[in-house]
Structures are given as C-alpha cells and as structure tokens.
C-alpha cells in the first residue's frame, strides 16, 4: 500500500505561480511512474503530467511551458511547479502514483488550487 498526501494548493492571483508537493509513505519502491492529474468543478479529471522512474517528464499541451513536475533524487516527494497561471487552471490537484509488478492505482485526497483577482 502507497499513502499520497498533496500540499501547497491555495489562492494565487492570474499570473502567479504555485508549488505543489506529493508526498509519499508506504511500499514507494513499487512506483514507477507518478502523475499530476487536475479536476474542475462540473469537468472530468485531466492528466496534467507525469514524471516516470526513470526521471522521464510528459506533460499536457496546456501545461507544456509552464508547468515542471520534478522530484529530487528519491522518489518522492514530486513536485508540481505552476507559472503563469490563468483562472483556468483553477481545479483541485490530485497526485497519482502507479505500482508495478501487479498493476495499482494510488491517489492522494487532493488540493485545492484557485487563481483569482
């Protein structure tokens, strides 16, 4: 079992910028690969992007130029850095973490993010 827990969400003006960490406890050495997912009110869940264990980044075309998923040399925790924000980006943040060998999904209860004047 892998425990995710998200902070850093909160209230930003449009063109500010936010940091969001994904922290991790539990069996991690089976991750191999951790998203940034994002839900709007009355919209499905997104893929915002993803880091693999192999350091590898994938990003969605919204948040390519402006949004870095990192993490340092463990694990966890992942970060989720957010520039230039726009009142669209306006959503509660979930962290995802997939396991290997035996396929499962963990996520984290999610944090608030809202870009407002």
């Known amino acids: 079992q892998v425990q995710l827990v998200e902070s850093g969400g909160g209230l930003v003006q449009p063109g500010g910028s936010l940091k969001l960490s994904c922290a991790a406890t539990?069996?991690?050495?089976?991750?191999?690969?951790t998203d940034w997912y994002r839900q709007a009110p009355g919209k499905q869940r997104e893929k915002v992007a993803t880091?693999?264990?192999?350091?590898?980044?994938d990003y969605e075309d919204f948040a390519k130029g402006r949004f870095t998923i990192s993490r340092d040399s463990a694990a966890f925790p992942v970060y989720l850095q957010m520039d230039s924000l726009v009142p669209e980006d306006t959503a509660v943040y979930f962290c995802?973490?997939?396991?290997?060998?035996?396929?499962?999904?963990?996520w984290g209860q999610g944090t608030q993010v809202t870009v407002s004047s």
């Open positions: 880091i693999f264990s192999s350091g590898e980044t």
């Open positions: 995802h973490a997939r396991a290997t060998p035996i396929t499962r999904d963990y």
């Open positions: 539990g069996n991690t050495f089976a991750i191999y690969m």
